[in-house]
């Protein structure tokens, strides 16, 4: 169900004219990524990818209660470590 707006995302971006070039050939870049990735019934999919708030609240919530797991612990520690910035 393609609509006015889904054809729309084709044409040029025309509100990155004020901006640096690079910043409007970025803007323009993630916009073509995005309306080709979509199907073609007008919708994304993509994995579902959990970020890492509940294993950091989990540990929390483990000392919290005075109930700590440190097997657990120490995974979700790992887990955690791998993925940060």
């Given at each position: 169900m393609r609509d006015d707006a889904s054809e729309r995302a084709n044409e040029p971006v025309e509100h990155t004219q004020n901006f640096p070039a690079d910043l409007a050939r970025a803007i323009e870049?993630?916009?073509?990524?995005?309306?080709?990735?979509?199907?073609?019934?007008?919708?994304?999919?993509?994995?579902?990818?959990?970020?890492?708030?509940?294993?950091?609240e989990y540990i929390l919530m483990m000392h919290y209660f005075g109930v700590i797991d440190e097997s657990l612990q120490a995974k979700l520690a790992v887990y955690l470590r791998a993925r940060q910035r």
């Open positions: 870049g993630a916009v073509d990524a995005l309306c080709a990735a979509q199907h073609a019934e007008g919708y994304w999919c993509y994995e579902l990818e959990a970020d890492c708030t509940i294993p950091a």
